[in-house]
């Protein structure tokens, strides 16, 4: 099992940044990717950014490239999110995923935290 804990979440004016992190802990040598996923109000939960452990390798959706970015601490088994230039439209739970395979693929989930942007 990973166990996955999410900070950094919060209320940010529209054209601010924020700063998501995921700790994660127990197996995490089987973990091959992490990533970062989001479900806004009556909408599906969707891939935001993923990155490789092994060679740091990025992924991103279309909506957030050049705005967010995702890094990772192997020493401390610890990605980030940083988001910048927030819009409404980013308003949602975040949510930290751990991947055997790849990244938009997780098989083990946090808890979420909410990040809301306000116009």
């Known amino acids: 099992q990973v166990q996955l804990v999410e900070s950094g979440g919060g209320l940010v004016q529209a054209g601010g940044s924020l700063r998501l992190s995921c700790a994660a802990s127990?197996?995490?040598?089987?973990?091959?990717?992490m990533a970062w996923f989001r479900q806004a109000p009556g909408k599906e939960r969707e891939f935001v950014a993923g990155i490789s452990w092994s060679d740091g390798s990025t992924y991103y959706r279309d909506s957030v490239k050049g705005r967010f970015t995702i890094s990772r601490d192997n020493a401390k088994n610890t990605v980030h999110l940083q988001m910048s230039s927030l819009k409404p439209q980013d308003t949602a739970v975040y949510y930290c995923a751990a991947s055997s395979r790849v990244a938009w693929d997780p098989q083990y989930w946090g808890q979420g935290t909410q990040v809301t942007v306000s116009s």
């Open positions: 127990g197996r995490t040598f089987s973990n091959n990717a």
